[in-house]
C-alpha cells in the first residue's frame, strides 16, 4: 500500500466513524470553496455542507465500507477517493448500497480537506 493509499484509507476510516457517531464534527473537514452534491442536490462552503448533513432524517447510521480507490489528483498535491459500501440508518434490516467520491486538497497545515465531495445511493 502506498502513502496516498494509507492517506486514504484514514481519512475514509475517520470520515465515516465521525459521519456515524457525530455528525456535526464533519464541519471541519470542508472549507468555504468545497462543494457536495447529495444525490443530485448541490452545496457550497462548510456550514451549508453542514447543515445537509446534520439534516439529514434519521438518526442512527452505520457504514460499512466495500471498497476504497484512490488517484493523486493535479500538480497540487490533491487526491480523489472513491468509496463503495453499504449503509444501514435507524437500524433498518436491508443495507442500502452507496457509492462517494470526495476530492481532497492538502492544506498549509499538512492535512487534507475536502474540495469535491459526491454521494450517491445506489438502487439495484
Known amino acids: 500500500m502506498d502513502q496516498a493509499d494509507q492517506v486514504a484509507k484514514a481519512f475514509v476510516d475517520h470520515y465515516y466513524s465521525t459521519f456515524d457517531t457525530n455528525r456535526s464534527g464533519l464541519g471541519n473537514l470542508y472549507q468555504d470553496q468545497s462543494m457536495l452534491t447529495f444525490e443530485g442536490e448541490k452545496f457550497q462552503g462548510s456550514s451549508n455542507i453542514l447543515a445537509k448533513l446534520t439534516g439529514l432524517p434519521f438518526q442512527q447510521c452505520q457504514h460499512g465500507i466495500t471498497t476504497v480507490d484512490c488517484q493523486p489528483s493535479g500538480p497540487a498535491g490533491g487526491m480523489l477517493v472513491f468509496v463503495s459500501g453499504l449503509l444501514v440508518v435507524d437500524g433498518g434490516e436491508h443495507p442500502l448500497k452507496f457509492s462517494q467520491m470526495f476530492h481532497l486538497m492538502p492544506t498549509p497545515q499538512g492535512s ?11 438502487y439495484a
Not at 487534507?112 to 445506489?122: A, E, M
Request: no cysteine; net charge neutral.
Open 112 to 122: 487534507f480537506y475536502v474540495l469535491n465531495d459526491i454521494f450517491r445511493l445506489n
